[in-house]
């Protein structure tokens, strides 16, 4: 009998994962580092120091299964630069600088350490607004993925603009007038991402939006947090000039595809979030309208009243989510109104600082979102199959809206306007359309549709499914061949 001979062990590759640290970049990335974990990849998620100490913080506030789905992703911390002097800065340019300087720096050393420990990077998934990763990587000849966080529709808008394709207009010019991007709708002026208008006042962010574009010829894969179905057109438009594979929706995998039925939370909260859940379990079906406005935008003290006293007038019973750091300008005449809003509403509302969104979303008693309309948010209404009433602030929540109203059709836009604030019988009238009218019916039954495509782009088969084997054999490959 001839010797057997033993196979070597095949080491698994090691993906790093590395998102912008704030709320919104943090939990799409993490979706996609669970998921690289299901498909037998080592994962190491890499996040600020400062971030990591308020998740710790916020995390006795957070279901126990959370731990469970994420104990197979290693954490690992740089220092984001800022000072205690200047922790609180919102000059954006000295925050992105720090980071690249200050941040870049110990990210080599960490992937020096990494790969003197045998535990080799094989590649780097990166978010796109950390655009000099690519450069470090190519130093370590590491292949890299840009994950781009926002639609794909923004995505070929920013392209067209950064490429010279598409001329910003001037204040001269009107809000209506068309901007014409192939593979897009008509867009007026006004539904482009707020930092391309001409009332644009964060000249940096602006900068900071096109420099994404800077470095993704050194990318390996360019990868988006979106599925084929919902923007079929935008994505095949790019194809010719900088292709993008989706991979999204990237929320919890309990509620779109149940390949991980444990997976029911991002798990890297940076507030605590509160048990709301058994107050919702006290309330009917599809009676409840659920508002939050995200993890950064900033509402005015004159906008929040607008927004509570139309929920009042509504009559219909609310969970509203107003961050603790909500606005620290206005916050003792904010506090104050809240303090007198909440004690004439308790018995129709609860009002809270953080929740466990996508639980809340999939919770039968709510029947609509009132929100911002960040791109998470999107996703995650649309991947819950409710509709949604936009009071959209700035960035990509202009162009979401608008492709919330009039491309999807599961929702309403309200817009403000240069006089104030949406006003609260605007909010009284929408609340009212989407939860009593039959156009509110129509409205439903889109965003049923979607969940329906959402949750088949991310089973076995489904587009963004293929798209995630794809680059996993990609990375598999590589790591076979180095």
């Known amino acids: 009998m001839g010797s057997l001979h033993q196979q070597p062990a095949i080491k698994r590759p090691h993906v790093v994962v590395f998102p912008y640290p704030s709320q919104g970049h943090i939990n799409p990335l993490m979706e996609f580092a669970k998921r690289l974990v299901s498909k037998n990849l080592h994962v190491t998620f890499i996040t600020t120091e400062r971030i990591r100490e308020r998740m710790i913080q916020a995390q006795d506030g957070v279901a126990a299964h959370v731990t469970t789905v994420m104990q197979d992703i290693r954490i690992e911390t740089v220092p984001d630069g800022l000072s205690p002097d200047n922790e609180e800065t919102k000059d954006r340019d000295m925050i992105f600088d720090l980071l690249r300087k200050v941040g870049g720096h110990k990210f080599e050393q960490l992937i020096e350490r990494l790969n003197s420990e045998g535990d080799t990077v094989s590649c780097i998934v990166y978010d796109s607004f950390l655009e000099w990763v690519p450069i470090i990587a190519n130093k370590f000849d590491i292949p890299s993925a840009l994950l781009w966080t926002q639609s794909c529709a923004v995505y070929s808008i920013y392209y067209h603009f950064y490429a010279g394709m598409v001329k910003a207009k001037d204040e001269a010019e009107n809000a209506r007038d068309i901007i014409a991007i192939p593979g897009l709708p008509q867009l007026c002026q006004s539904d482009l991402p707020s930092f391309l208008q001409p009332s644009n006042t964060y000249a940096s962010l602006l900068r900071f939006q096109l420099n ?3 470095t993704v010829s050194q990318a390996t894969w360019i990868l988006g947090n979106s599925f084929n179905e919902l923007e079929m057109a935008e994505i095949q438009s790019m194809d010719s000039l ?3 594979r989706t991979v999204g929706p990237l929320v919890p995998s309990a509620f779109l595809d149940g390949n991980n039925p444990d997976d029911q939370d991002v798990g890297t909260h940076l507030w ?3 048990n709301c859940i058994d107050w919702l379990n006290k309330k009917e079906a599809s009676t409840v309208v659920y508002v939050s ?3 950064l935008a900033v509402l005015s003290k004159e906008q929040i009243i607008e927004i509570a006293l139309g929920l009042k007038a509504s009559q219909h019973s609310f969970l509203w989510v107003i961050r603790p750091d909500h606005n620290k300008e206005e916050e003792k005449d904010i506090r104050d109104f809240l303090e007198g809003f909440i004690e004439e509403t308790m018995d129709q509302g609860l009002v809270v600082s953080w929740c466990p969104q996508m639980a809340v979303l999939n919770h039968p008693s709510v029947g609509m979102f009132v ?7 999107t ?5 819950s199959g409710l509709p949604v009433l936009t009071i959209s602030q700035r960035s990509d929540q202009t162009t979401n809206s608008k492709y919330i109203e009039d491309v ?3 929702g309403i836009r309200l817009n ?3 006089d104030g604030p949406v006003g609260r019988d605007e909010m009284e009238k929408s609340i009212k359309t989407i939860m009593e009218g039959e156009s509110g019916v129509d409205l439903r039954k889109n965003a049923l549709q979607w969940k329906t495509l959402a949750k088949k782009a991310m089973v076995k088969g489904g587009s963004s499914n293929k798209n995630i084997d794809w680059f996993v054999h990609e990375v598999i490959a590589r790591t076979t061949l180095a």
Do not use: Y
């Open 212 to 214: 994404q574009f800077s």
């Open 242 to 244: 900088i292709p993008i």
């Open 272 to 274: 605590k979030a509160a």
């Open 293 to 295: 406005f995200g993890s």
């Open 371 to 377: 929100t911002h309309s960040g791109w998470n948010s």
């Open 379 to 383: 996703l995650e209404s649309l991947s």
């Open 408 to 410: 999807w059709k599961t």
């Open 416 to 418: 403000k306007t240069r």
